[in-house]
């Protein structure tokens, strides 16, 4: 897949968030999917309408002369107006259902997308500060095996060092296991096997509408089931349009075949040209217990959407308070690595480093000192994810406005 505009480096493309949402909603298989519901829609609009095949019969009596048994008849039956009018508005609002599903599919890939995007970032920073770690790690033994060769240390010591080597190791493998899987689900979402390297580091995200209140009537979810409510009327409007008679319309024209005379009766046309006649018909129902079925159930699926449509409202509604509160939990925790936990972890990393150095202080509190400002570097940038995401889950259940 080529990008319109991107630097490609082999099988790595680097791009920002909104390149990745651009790219989506240009590409992504659901979306397309989408977009051809819509199609198929607006394609079914001309079956509205929809008449029955015309009729054509040739009838021939040999002993006739010229009544209607010699005739060639067309007859064409067609449902009483109101009803193809009713088809035609149920099919718009059936394209309409598909469009408000486009939305909400679309808002739906906006939110993968760009939650995909925020937790690979986190990945690629995770593999950041355990490499960096790593080069602490290595040094760390390159001392203690040093001076474990000179007898400054024991045995012990060089063991310790080794393994808090090794546990980082193992550390920055899954890490960087988590980047490839993140990697691949972003691709899935943008339909593309080259591997998505973000183009900007992991930071907060700055939202100045997230302030502005939910309003359930501006959201795609609303719109979906709106639409739908007016197809279940349309739909209810076709279903009574079985109370109404049909109606049918024939011609017929003279035919005298002079090669089909198996009796020799004598048989001519009508001096004044071949008789020609019509006959008008209307079918009326006197059966209506399917018919009525057919509405009971129609009125059934508009309180099914009524229902459906209330609980849209209690659920999202509720989704929101509980992101808002997540929000508020991780805006708290963000705060206080950004005030003193993130400038601690620096300074514990470096003091216990040049001590370590200098003889200072031993291996286990060297390993404490290192341990605990590598959790705190991960737990802050944990804590950017987890503010980003409850923006993300916000942005989402308000549309992506």
């Not at 009596?61 to 060639?72: E, I």
Request: negative net charge; proline residues 3%.
């Amino acid at each position: 897949m080529t990008y319109i505009g991107l630097v490609c480096h082999g099988q790595e493309v680097r791009l920002n968030l909104q390149e990745c949402i651009d790219a989506a909603l240009r590409d992504n298989l659901d979306l397309r999917s989408s977009n051809l519901e819509v199609a198929k829609s607006q394609d079914l609009q001309g079956s509205w309408l929809d008449l029955p095949q015309t009729s054509i019969s040739l009838s021939q009596d040999p002993t006739s002369g010229g009544s209607p048994d010699n005739a060639v008849t067309f007859s064409q039956s067609f449902e009483f107006p109101t009803s193809y009018v009713a088809k035609r508005k149920y099919l718009k609002a059936e394209t309409e259902v598909a469009k408000s599903n486009l939305n909400v599919s679309r808002n739906e890939v906006i939110r993968d997308v760009s939650s995909c995007y925020y937790t690979l970032l986190m990945a690629q920073r995770t593999v950041e500060i355990l490499q960096k770690q790593d080069s602490v790690y290595s040094h760390f033994v390159y001392l203690a095996d040093t001076r474990y060769k000179v007898g400054e240390i024991s045995h012990l010591e060089l063991i310790n060092a080794q393994r808090a080597y090794n546990e980082n190791k193992i550390e920055l493998q899954k890490a960087v296991q988590s980047c490839v899987t993140a990697q691949l689900a972003l691709g899935r979402l943008l339909n593309t096997d080259v591997s998505i390297v973000p183009s900007e580091p992991l930071a907060e995200i700055t939202d100045n509408n997230i302030q502005e209140p939910f309003i359930f009537e501006n959201t795609p979810t609303q719109g979906f089931l709106k639409a739908q409510m007016e197809a279940s009327r349309r739909n209810l409007s076709v279903a009574r349009q079985g109370f109404v008679p049909e109606l049918s319309i024939g011609v017929n024209v003279q035919a005298l075949i002079k090669g089909f005379n198996p009796y020799h009766i004598e048989r001519e046309r009508f001096e004044k040209g071949n008789f020609m006649g019509f006959e008008v018909g209307i079918s009326v129902p006197l059966f209506f217990g399917a018919q009525r079925a057919k509405v009971k159930a129609a009125k059934r699926d508009i309180e099914l959407n009524e229902v459906a449509m209330r609980q849209a409202r209690q659920t999202m509604e509720s989704q929101y308070q509980e992101a808002e509160n997540e929000l508020k939990r991780a805006r708290q925790v963000l705060d206080y690595y950004k005030r003193q936990g993130v400038t601690e972890a620096a300074a514990m990393a470096r003091l216990s480093q040049v001590e370590y150095d200098n003889g200072e202080i031993g291996y286990v509190e060297y390993i404490q000192n290192q341990q605990t400002a590598l959790d705190i570097q991960l737990k802050y940038a944990g804590a950017i994810n987890d503010y980003n995401q409850a923006i993300l889950m916000l942005n989402y259940l308000k549309g992506n406005k």
